[in-house]
């Protein structure tokens, strides 16, 4: 079964800062996704980036951005120049072959004026 | 936009009811999902549903069922509301399409179920 692993359970950084938060996963599947979704306390969930397994090239959407490490199941998120509406929970999350995700515990993103 | 509406935000009930949770989508999406989500543990996966009348379990079926009678509408029941079912209840969507994987989830506010 396929796992997802976040090992940092909170992360602080400064306004205008730049964070990154690590995701490990393992799996036996060659053809996966990968996501970032992002919860604000007392929001809904919305996904903030995604990386398709067979793309060498690491997903970019504005301020976030991915470092994709398919040999060593890696998948960490770039936030850069951070914001105060930045702090939120975000979950790194699996799908491989099918619709079920499989999501990592969390990281507390906190963000400091 | 997509618009999940899942019917309340908080929920208070007493152990042994029999507790229903309602999702409903507005994007005539054809996968609908139910998670829990608990400090540490992310989100796991109690049930999900391809089609209308349609559902396969997820990682933790066990205490939960659902119904999915129109396309639009997925529900989560838990037949005998214990305590170790208070949790934050969350619910997807997403599109189907055929050699592809990569159709995100849209997910709905949360209802927060607290079991006494």
């Known amino acids: 079964a396929q796992t997802v692993t976040q090992s940092q359970p909170e992360m602080s950084v400064q306004e205008a800062e730049t964070v990154t938060l690590s995701c490990t996963y393992d799996t036996s599947e060659s053809d996966y996704y990968l996501f970032w979704y992002k919860q604000p306390p007392s929001r809904q969930m919305i996904l903030v980036i995604r990386q398709e397994a067979y793309k060498q090239q690491n997903a970019t959407e504005n301020r976030f951005s991915v470092n994709f490490q398919k040999a060593a199941k890696s998948f960490s998120l770039k936030i850069s120049d951070s914001q105060l509406g930045d702090a939120a929970m975000y979950f790194c999350?699996?799908?491989?072959?099918?619709?079920?995700?499989?999501f990592g515990a969390g990281t507390i993103l906190r963000v400091k004026s | 936009d997509v618009k999940v509406t899942q019917s309340s935000r908080y929920l208070v009930k007493r152990t042994g009811e029999k507790v229903f949770l309602e999702c409903v989508q507005d994007m005539d999406h054809e996968n609908m999902f139910w998670y829990r989500q608990d400090p540490g543990l992310g989100l796991r996966l109690i049930y999900f549903?391809?089609?209308?009348?349609?559902?396969e379990k997820g990682d933790i079926p066990e205490g939960y069922s659902v119904s999915r009678e129109k396309k639009e509408r997925f529900s989560l029941i838990l037949e005998s509301a214990s305590t170790n079912q208070t949790s934050m209840y969350l619910c997807?969507?997403?599109?189907?399409?055929?050699?592809?994987?990569?159709?995100?989830?849209?997910f709905g506010d949360g209802t927060r179920l607290s079991i006494l």
């Open positions: 997807a969507s997403s599109l189907y399409k055929a050699g592809s994987n990569h159709q995100p989830q849209h």
């Open positions: 999350a699996y799908r491989g072959y099918g619709n079920k995700l499989v």
């Open positions: 549903s391809y089609d209308v009348k349609m559902k």
